[in-house]
Structures are given as C-alpha cells and as structure tokens.
C-alpha cells in the first residue's frame, strides 16, 4: 500500500459472482458470468468471437480514472487493484481482484467515464469485452443481447442490493 492511500471496504466493489475454484483451474469460461449463464454454446462461439487477450505487467493501467469507460475485463491470471484518486491527490483503494474476478462491466451499460483507475498488480492476463464490440452484437442477434443486458442487470441490482443491507447495518449499529 502506498504512504497516501487509504483501504475503502464496500459491497458494490466485491465480486459477489466468482466461479467455482474448480471451474477456475480451466481457463475462464463465459458462462461463469452472469451476463453470458443463459446463452447457448453456439451464442458463446459467437460471444468469443469478440473477446479480446491483453497482458499488463506490474504496475501497467488497464485504465485510468476518466477514461471512457469501454469495456468489461475477466481476469484469466494474476492480480489487479482498483485505486481511486480524489481532487486531493489522496488515492483509495476499492478493491484487489484475482483469477476468475471481473471488473468494468458498468461501461457495457452506460459508457460512462471510469470512476476509478485500474493497475496490473502482478503480471496479469485478461479477457476483454469492448463496448462497441457487444454493441453490435445486440444489435446482429436482439435475442441474445437481452439476456446478455438481463445478467448485467443481475449484476448491478446484487451489488446494490449489498450495498443497501451494508448502510441500513451501519445504521444500526
């Protein structure tokens, strides 16, 4: 941890759909996601054909706080840190996320610019969905496309969801 950051514990930043640590001894597998658990094994070839492979080296941004947001990121291998900085110049970090986690997936909805930054830990590998790419997409096969915007609607309305019953507790306490 660097000298000025400060460690931010919440719900929204949790992977609260992880796959299995058996499935994750394989290389990743998009049904684990919850975007991609309802289609079928012609719909995933089709969805693989959009995925793309990067590698990061320690310390690298995947992408920076302001940044378009563009795109969602599987992690295939290795570590990377989500860090927000304020206008302060004081850096929070939200979350660490390992093989099997995911990150970003808000950018598939709104393509708004990120909130925060992501850093490669650890030598990383990663899957990547870009937006213009699942665009598109939605637009060859509608069908597929809303069960592709269902499982992201699962992902957001969880990680409130936690992030209500974490403030009503902080509440009662």
């Known amino acids: 941890m660097e000298e000025n950051e400060q ?24 049904t684990d996601y919850p975007p991609f658990v309802e289609l079928g094994k012609k719909d995933l ?24 947001g563009i795109g969602l990121y599987i992690i295939i291998e290795g570590e990377v ?23 970003g997936e808000l950018a598939l909805v ?7 930054s992501a850093f490669a830990k650890t030598d990383v590998k990663i899957a990547v969905i870009f937006k213009p ?12 496309g809303i069960k592709i915007l269902q499982g992201m609607a699962l992902i957001i309305t969880t990680r409130l969801r936690k992030l209500d019953e974490e403030f009503l507790n902080l509440g009662s306490k």
């Open 133 to 144: 790419d699942l665009d598109n997409f939605i637009e060859r096969y509608p069908k597929k």
């Open 81 to 103: 840190e989500i860090k927000y900085a304020d206008k302060n110049g004081r850096i929070s970090r939200f979350a660490s996320f390992g093989k099997g986690d995911f990150f």
């Open 45 to 68: 070839q089709l969805i693989s054909n959009i995925v793309h492979h990067r590698q990061y080296i320690p310390g690298e941004h995947i992408f920076a706080q302001g940044d378009p």
């Open 110 to 116: 709104d393509g708004e610019k990120r909130t925060a």
């Open 7 to 30: 460690v931010i514990h919440s719900s929204f930043w949790a992977n609260l759909f992880k796959p299995s640590a058996k499935k994750m001894q394989s290389d990743y597998v998009l």
